[in-house]
T-cell receptor, first 110, second 115 residues
Framework: GQQVMQIPQYQHVQEGEDFTTYCNSSTTLSNIQWYKQRPGGHPVFLIQLVKSGEVKKQKRLTFQFGEAKKNSSLHITATQTTDVGTYFCAESSNDYKLSFGAGTTVTVRA | NAGVMQNPRHLVRRRGQEARLRCSPMKGHSHVYWYRQLPEEGLKFMVYLQKENIIDESGMPKERFSAEFPKEGPSILRIQQVVRGDSAAYFC?????????????FGQGTRLTVV
């Protein structure tokens, strides 16, 4: 499947600040999914983006799919301690096979 | 999602032993997917099964690994003669259709440690 690269690998954030994590591909993505995995936990589906330029919001989380469908971003505003975890983007090259990025691990300083 | 049940949650095996990981899909889901997560990496697809059928095993190592999803009972991922490199978290997901999308959920995983 496609290879998606995520940056940064680690994100240390002061509580209350905003941050953005990015997911990039050298080729066009059919869609992009975002997951959150808490330490010691399992991946939890957050959102799926399909359309070029699509933007979706979930409370303090904003997900964007690039116009060329080669990149995506997750922006979190007013970071809270509950945002701690690893955020993965994943592309499904077919209906069932997901190709995950390596993730961005977020820690929060209170 | 608590609906996908994996056991055991933690498994310790000595090198050369066999590991059997079980996954019970959510009620009404007949499609099961196994993924492996090495430390500090993303998940890697291993195999996709429907009841009594292996649909895609392109991510499975050629040797020592096998998977099944019998007509009755959970899906089983079996690793024979485990080696240290098999230490990882193994996640199972299930869905009602053959799609990993909004209706697919991961179980809590089995953390395998080979000593």
């Amino acid at each position: 499947g496609q290879q998606v690269m995520q940056i940064p690998q680690y994100q240390h954030v002061q509580e209350g600040e905003d941050f953005t994590t990015y997911c990039n591909s050298s080729t066009t993505l059919s869609n992009i999914q975002w997951y959150k995995q808490r330490p010691g936990g399992h991946p939890v589906f957050l959102i799926q983006l399909v359309k070029s330029g699509e933007v979706k919001k979930q409370k303090r989380l904003t997900f964007q799919f690039g116009e060329a469908k080669k990149n995506s971003s997750l922006h979190i505003t007013a970071t809270q301690t509950t945002d701690v975890g690893t955020y993965f983007c994943a592309e499904s090259s077919n209906d069932y096979k997901l190709s995950f990025g390596a993730g961005t691990t977020v820690t929060v300083r209170a | 999602n608590a609906g996908v049940m994996q056991n055991p949650r933690h498994l310790v095996r000595r090198r050369g032993q066999e590991a059997r990981l079980r996954c019970s899909p959510m009620k009404g889901h007949s499609h099961v997917y196994w993924y492996r997560q090495l430390p500090e990496e993303g998940l890697k697809f291993m195999v996709y099964l429907q009841k009594e059928n292996i649909i895609d095993e392109s991510g499975m190592p050629k040797e020592r690994f096998s998977a099944e999803f019998p007509k009755e009972g959970p899906s089983i991922l079996r690793i024979q003669q485990v080696v240290r490199g098999d230490s990882a978290a193994y996640f199972c997901a299930s869905s009602p259709w053959g799609q990993m999308n909004t209706e697919a959920f991961f179980g809590q995983g089995t953390r395998l440690t080979v000593v």
